[in-house]
């Protein structure tokens, strides 16, 4: 059989074998962490070993490692919980930032999708009251990073708290949660080739946190419910390998920017969002005008390369992005844009099949083009 060029690491990433060993390993423990027998404590060891090593790659105490299911939760325990009735995004927050509160106030972003931080100063000046900022770390769809620190410099004069999206940052860029001076910060464990259906919510020392799922007293109150052991497991050893890999990862760039060259050599009208600024090195989005994303996504699919169009977050479903929308990208070519995110199964041949591919579609979709004209 043929190999699928998997091109959507931001989407998932394929999971590490030494993830899916830990995995196995830990479902072969009896007992629950919460027991005080043997078994129990055996249990318990595996957690805390797994918080130890999440936290270490991203600079946190192992005390403020709150176990979640998954980015989208930690998000929600960290705007829910953080106590502050006044809430502002930025514009180019994930749906599970942006749907997590009414009310919430966006803070608009420049054409690169970058926070307006003079947009920050004047809400937070604007009204009194504490206030909470959640501002990602790196886009999940253009891979633009924002400029947290600065961010964070701002709403600490203003007394607000801030909490931080890193779920696509961790892993392949340096993240230090204290360096950054951040209150709450969001993990998921499958965007770092972990399994799917973990997470974590890092807490600062003294960052208020109110649970917002009751029953029990895991994860210090702050969390109800027993914990994922093998999820935890497989999550605790993938942060150990993403903190060793990083300058792997970051080499991915070369390749990045060497598709990118390719495609406007092929496609001068390609546009290329958010290339002005930092961006992670796996990460390129991009339209032709005219070359739907979705028609691209399937043609694709159907020639075995995997490729997303926008957030793959919406249950299958590819709607206008609201990332580009905030960005300034007029509707007809937000439509044609593709995602294109490498990681630690790419190859050098991958990115050549991609270019090969890709072109063979837009010839088909240029002679329909002018069948169409021709009728």
């Known amino acids: 059989m043929e190999r699928i060029v998997y091109l959507d690491h931001n989407a998932s990433a394929p999971i590490r074998p030494q993830s899916a060993e830990a995995m196995a390993s830990a479902c072969a423990l009896t007992g629950n962490a919460s027991s005080v027998h043997r ?32 980015g989208t939760e930690a998000n929600n325990l960290a705007i829910r919980g953080a106590g502050r009735l006044r809430v502002l995004v930025s514009a180019v927050e994930h749906p599970s930032v942006l749907r997590a509160g009414a009310d919430l106030e966006i803070v608009p972003v420049d054409d690169d999708g970058v926070i307006d931080l003079q947009a920050l100063a004047s809400l937070l000046e604007d009204e009194t009251g504490p206030a909470l900022v959640s501002l990602m770390l790196a886009n999940n769809e253009t891979g633009v990073v924002q400029p947290v620190a600065a961010a964070v410099e701002i709403a600490h004069r203003h007394g607000a708290l801030v909490h931080c999206d890193a779920v696509q940052a961790a892993g392949k860029i340096p993240v230090d949660m204290m360096a950054l001076g951040l209150d709450y910060l969001s993990l998921s464990a499958h965007k770092i080739c972990g399994p799917a259906g973990t997470g974590a919510l890092a807490v600062a020392d003294g960052a208020p946190l109110a649970g917002v799922a009751f029953g029990g007293g895991q994860e210090r109150g702050r969390r109800a419910g027993t914990e994922n052991l093998p999820g935890i497991a497989g999550f605790g050893v993938a942060a150990r390998l993403a903190r060793t890999a990083l ?39 991009f339209a032709l005008p005219g070359m739907a994303g979705e028609t691209q996504v399937m043609a694709l699919d159907l020639a075995g390369v995997a490729v ?17 929308e905030a960005m300034g990208v007029d509707k007809a070519m937000a439509v044609c844009a593709i995602r294109v995110s490498l990681g ?7 990115i050549e099949t991609f270019i090969r591919t890709w072109t063979a579609v837009r010839a088909t979709a ?3 083009v002018r069948a169409a004209a021709a009728a």
């Not at 129990?40 to 709150?66: W, Y």
């Not at 990118?260 to 600024?277: K, T």
């Not at 630690?344 to 991958?350: I, M």
């Open 39 to 70: 078994y129990g404590r055996l249990v318990r060891q595996a957690v805390e070993d797994a918080r130890e090593e999440v936290a270490a790659m991203v600079g946190a105490s192992p005390a403020g490692i709150v176990f979640t299911s998954g």
């Open 247 to 285: 300058e792997e990862f970051a080499g991915l760039a070369r390749w990045r920017d060497g598709l990118e060259r390719r495609i406007l050599d092929l496609a001068p009208a390609v546009r290329i969002f958010g290339a002005a600024s930092e961006r992670l090195p796996n990460t390129s989005c």
């Open 308 to 324: 997303s169009a926008g957030s793959a977050c919406s249950s299958g479903k590819i709607a206008i992005s609201h990332v580009l």
């Open 344 to 350: 630690w199964t790419s190859t050098e041949n991958d």
């Open 366 to 368: 240029d002679a329909a």
